[in-house]
């Protein structure tokens, strides 16, 4: 019985394959593409924002139950060294939400390497600006505006 070679390495030539696409892959023309592109019910209502990096905006709060009042808040965690997170939110659930995950370090909320830890105080006092603001809407007023706290120690 022959014995083969573990340390022999067989050099195939790659193989190529070349063969045409079937008619149902082939590009349509201009014209066959505008007769399928107008037929076809496409909604690009999320769409009619100017920029990609616009957001949504800020428009009737959904959550309290009155469509004639807006909530629009942004939120940010400072440290003293420049560091920080900010985002916004456009609904009470969101913002009790966000002041939940403030408070308990969590969530988007948590830091990171970039921002290190923020002091509970911190979190604690943030997320009671975030609730007063929540508190503000549910009494019946528009919110539009910013809240922050910069934490001006690192200890936990």
């Not at 420049?82 to 985002?87: A, K, V």
Request: net charge negative.
């Amino acid at each position: 019985m022959p014995r083969n070679n573990p340390y022999l390495v067989e050099n195939k030539k790659p193989i190529e394959l070349v063969q045409e696409l079937k008619d149902e892959y082939k590009t349509p023309s201009f014209e066959e593409f505008m007769e399928n592109y107008r037929e076809s019910n496409l909604n690009y209502d999320d769409l009619k924002h100017g920029d990609i990096g616009d957001s949504k905006g800020y428009g009737p709060c959904h959550s309290c139950g009155n469509r004639n009042l807006r909530f629009r808040l942004q939120i940010t965690l400072t440290k003293w060294d420049g560091g920080g997170i900010t985002g916004t939110v456009f609904s009470t659930e969101e913002a009790e939400r966000a002041a939940r995950e403030i408070r308990e370090g969590a969530g988007f909320w948590e830091g990171n390497f970039k921002t290190g830890p923020f002091s509970d105080s911190s979190r604690h006092a943030l997320a009671y600006k975030v609730m007063n603001q929540v508190d503000i809407h549910k009494n019946g007023a528009s919110v539009d505006t910013d809240v922050s706290h910069n934490d001006d120690c690192s200890i936990m």
